[in-house]
């Protein structure tokens, strides 16, 4: 009998345990990342007896969370894969609003200076035609200034977003390092048994880590995880956390960089999440995408400034430069010992590819270049470039030679009066309506110039745009798919961890009616017992 | 599969704000009338865009090089048809008179009428398009291609500096600079460098009116009223006042021995005349010469405009195809998203409002 009475009492302790966790289940239902947790029920000892063994009842053998290793990890691999896509399309769509916009984009502002020109050609002693023209030049050069500030803003809100990121890992660096901490004190402090809810938040914070930067986790024998990044620089060792930081770029001190407490820069090693799109857009999209434009400047610029040269203007003196054009970019790295100074200028516009160059000196006069990004050797002139290298610089040096990349921002209209179009031939007998300099300005548009001689202004800037729409359609075709994978390994997950509220509605039930069930087991003991006392008693 | 309640939830929300993505999208095609609102939602079409657009451009301005040609070229077919109806005329009194009843004085008339109508041949020549600039000057159509020295109209000459002389045409086709012998002619002034002078009405203008398509501006006086016919080079200003030359030197009788200083024989005059016809004849055909070629290229514009109404026609059509709404097509289907939205919202109220949490 005290047996009975024993059994109830364990069978109501136990079921109160698991009214209590469904209870906390319910609870939770709504709790982002939260597993649900189940009660598992053992029996208790029997009690041996002569007539065999006697069942004592019913204890809780554990409070498990329902976990499914696999479908968390891919959750989190998913969850950075969509994050960086989507980062890239939304930054990527803002340049294509730049650069591409039907009435303020270059295409547009270069086709109608090319008109103007045009209009010159056929009636070149026109003063106003000329004006037109020179007024649409200004409009062509402030169009390319524009684009390019709105450009360099767009890299401004990079910077701007990479140190909130930063900032955001960090905090998610320390979380998870103090997570790390509770959840391997708890687990030696409780004999082996999981802290689940402890659990479920650090798989939260990596979820949230994951979303701004890819990581990847090794599991301790203690319940610790560390998490690396990059290429396996450590971000958690157990109960540590490294801090990211954010430092200047050697060459560019405009151009942020993420580097790790110990010092090391990684940018290039960071993938996924948001801040792997922020860098991804920066090196694939915004830098090429200023040098490009740039290189569409400085075309226009110098083809327009050769024929110009070659001409007369309306008073019969040699044409001036059309445009201004600012001066090859170059910029020594911080990191340089020697007093060594580079030089560079544009020698053959077919030659410009857009890219960057970075110029290593040997420390005996000499130099290599190498195409950035890339990384190959190149040879000077086979990218169109003349360089010298001045003063005495030590091995090592290096310096960085952007060729177009401030072209747009520095470009200008140079003539000031419509006259000084050289609209007429350099040579033969001068008179103000004669149109063949003019003629081929109007071609310049058509002309294969670019690329090895081999694009034109016109399919160069119809290029850019189309392949600045290329890369934002696939981005956001990765992001559709990323979202799909996504949307699937939640499901997955959700299946297993979950909350089903009719599940638990059920489950309270049955709980319920075991525990209902086990205090008339008890009551019935008792009225047993009484009999017994009752018999007894008198 | 087992399915969690936010899952649940999450499921109907997310189908529910997709429908409304949809059907927001349509509204925004709609609203703009464009298929295509950044070139990233078709990426081939919208370079296919960017490139039609261009061509259109291309087109407007083609267009307005075409008309502003047009209109020059015009006005040179009058100048021109001015310039034949005046020689016509001076052809009338050459023959006029050269007739044996014509007495000094009704010759030197005729004259008189004929150099009146050398100075309307100079106006001509001279002409100006409403800018301000020389018809008939060639690339430099700021300055008259005719000057007159004397009573004579001789086409201009200018040296390096920009500084203009009258000049005369030997019968080798070149155009030296002049200066008048002691009777009054026009001939070489050997004083100065003929080399260091050009004609100033030379130099035609090529325009474009098409991607390939080129037609010549007006033509310069240079290759108008001068000209090489009957194994020398014409000027037809100086044949006009030839004529009136002629006519005015006094005429005496055949054989008048001495010849009175400054007249001539009846028969001198009578081949001079039978000469001047020839040439006038000759000079006629090269004003209609030119005047045809004139023709021929008002035209090659005519043509090049009705090429360029049709390719513009078929360029927007293209484009429109690519990137404008079809809004039929775009109504029906935001109808449909609609009712799917409508669907998808009474599901969710639906369902979100059952849980066995209502029977206990």
Redesign the interface.
Known sequence: MSDMMGSALSALVSYQRALATTSHNIAN??TDGYS?QRVELGTRVANQSGAGVIGSGVQVTAIRRSYDQFATEQMRSNTSGLAREQTFATM??QV??VV?D?TTGV?AAL?RFF?AV??V??????LSARRVMLSEGEALSSRFRDIDSQLGSIDQDVNARLRASVTEINGYAQRIAELNQAIASATGGMGGAMPNDLMDARDQALLGLNQLVKVTTVEQGDGSLNVFIGSGQSLVLSGNAQQLQLGNNNFDPTRAEITLSDGGVITDFIEGGSLGGLLAFRQEVLTPMRNQVGLMAYAVASEMNAIQADGRDLS?NAGLPFFSVPPVAVQASSFNGGTGSVTASVASLAGLTGDNYRLVADGAGGFSLYSQPGDVAVNPADVGLTITLGGSANAGDSFLIRPTADVAAGLRVSLSAPGQIAA?AGT?????????NA?RM?AIEDKAVLFGGKVSI?DGV?NL??E???S??SA?IGAQAQRTLL?QS??RK?????????EE??N??KYQQAYQAAAQVASTANDIFQTMINAFGR | MRISSSQWFRQSLGSLLEQQTVAARTQQQLASGKSLLKPSDDPVAAARALDLDRAIDKLDQYGRNVSHVENRLRLQESALDGGIDLLQRVRELAVQANNGTQSDETRGAIAAEIEQLREAMLQQANRQDGNGHYLFGGYSEDQAPYMTLGRHALPALQDATGNRIPGVLLADGSLVPAMLDPDGLPVQDTALNAADYAPVASGQRQISVGATATVADSDPALTVFQYSGGGSSRDILASIQLVADSLRKPVVANGTIPLPVGSQEAATLATAMADALTRLDTDIGQLSDVRTSVGARLNQLDVQRDIQAESSLQLQSTRSDLVDVDYAEAAARLNQQLTGLQAAQQVFSKVQGMSLFDFM
């Not at chain 1, 050609?121 to 026109?126: E, H, I, L, M």
């Open positions: 239902a709504n649900r990527a769509t294509e609003s591409s039907q295409n086709s008109n045009q209009d050609a056929t009636d070149p002693s026109s019969g007429a033969g007998a001068f008179g103000v309506g004669d149109n063949s003629l109007a016109a119809q745009v189309s600045l729409a290329t934002v359609r956001e949307s939640q499901a959700e299946s297993v961890s979950g909350v089903n509220l009719d509605a059920a309270l039930m």
